[in-house]
């Protein structure tokens, strides 16, 4: 049994494939089940991946139909207890950030763990550490790439491919509003190549994180609805989570 399962997506990103690549492989004291998603790339990554791929344990080499298929793809084959995305140019924190995890007892009747992550953005670095939960109603209170699921967990719900840019957002909103249990590990995991996003691609964020926190919030007045569950709490987070979502719809419009 792997302890971890650490899942690639790269497309045409041959440099920043190998620093990942180096970087999974780098990892102490653990026992690392690592799967490679190469989107049919056409920039020479082949090579890069021939160079490492006696110790690559599932590659898939072909075209998807986006990010997210690609990641799905991946994670058919996950067979780690825990699960986590580190796609090409993100790095994990130090060498030994996963035998840190495995040695937190509290872990091991949680769903979803998580902790801060350092952005790499033309190598100035910048640590952002989690919000509270409580933000799912709006954001994602977390980077992906600092998160590990639960691998039984991640297969149950998988990536909704309706999304081009926010499924991650709405595959973690689903497990906390089925009361999935998350533990914030309170240490640094990744090292996120930030290259920024075009403003087409950020107007997309935002519907999509829009039309998402609709749904959430939908599903959460009514699971509060059916039990009478009317308190000064709930109406504070129905308040402000519309003044949030206005401020959303209006940046994109």
């Known amino acids: 049994m792997y302890d971890f399962t650490v899942i690639t997506i790269n497309k045409n990103n041959r440099y920043g494939l190998e620093k990942t690549i180096l970087s999974v492989l780098s990892q102490e004291y653990i026992k690392i089940e690592y799967i490679l998603v190469d989107g049919d790339s056409t920039d020479g990554s082949y090579d890069i991946i021939e160079k490492y791929k006696d110790r690559i344990s599932f590659l898939f080499c072909e075209?998807?139909?986006g990010i997210y298929d690609a990641m799905n793809k991946g994670l058919s084959k996950a067979?780690?207890?825990?699960?986590i995305f580190l796609n090409s140019g993100d790095l994990f924190y130090n060498a030994d950030v996963l035998y840190k995890v495995l040695q937190n007892r509290s872990i091991?009747?949680?769903?979803?763990?998580?902790?801060?992550?350092?952005?790499?953005?033309?190598?100035?670095?910048?640590?952002n550490k989690p919000t509270s939960l409580s933000a799912f109603y709006y954001k994602l209170p977390f980077c992906h790439q600092s998160s590990l699921i639960k691998t039984t967990v991640l297969k149950k719900y998988s990536f909704n491919t309706a999304y081009r840019i926010a499924s991650d957002y709405d595959l973690y909103s689903r497990i906390y509003l089925d009361n999935g249990k998350f533990?914030?590990?309170?240490?640094?995991?990744?090292?996120?190549?930030?290259?920024?996003?075009s403003s087409t691609e950020n107007q997309l964020l935002y519907r999509e994180y829009a039309e998402i926190s609709l749904l959430l919030y939908n599903r959460f007045l009514k699971k509060r609805?059916?039990?009478?569950?009317?308190?000064?709490?709930?109406m504070d987070k129905f308040i402000a989570y519309f003044i949030k979502l206005i401020i959303l719809i209006s940046i994109t419009l």
């Open 183 to 197: 533990y914030n590990l309170g240490f640094p995991i990744s090292i996120f190549s930030d290259g920024g996003i």
């Open 225 to 234: 609805l059916s039990i009478l569950y009317y308190t000064h709490q709930l």
């Open 63 to 65: 075209k998807d139909q």
């Open 79 to 83: 067979n780690g207890i825990w699960t």
């Open 108 to 127: 091991y009747n949680k769903d979803v763990l998580y902790g801060s992550v350092v952005f790499n953005t033309d190598g100035f670095f910048k640590i």
